[in-house]
């Protein structure tokens, strides 16, 4: 596998993991603040 082709993969992933993270942190505030 080229060395390029690795970097865009990871940036994906990358990518797509810090978005699922901030997804689910605004999801426990709502929760919190909703339920509190």
């Not at 901030?22 to 709502?30: F, K, Q, R």
């Amino acid at each position: 596998m080229d060395i390029q082709e690795q970097e865009q993969t990871f940036g994906g992933f990358m990518k797509y993991m810090v978005r699922g993270t901030v997804a689910v942190v605004v999801v426990m505030v709502l929760l919190a603040a909703f339920v509190a």
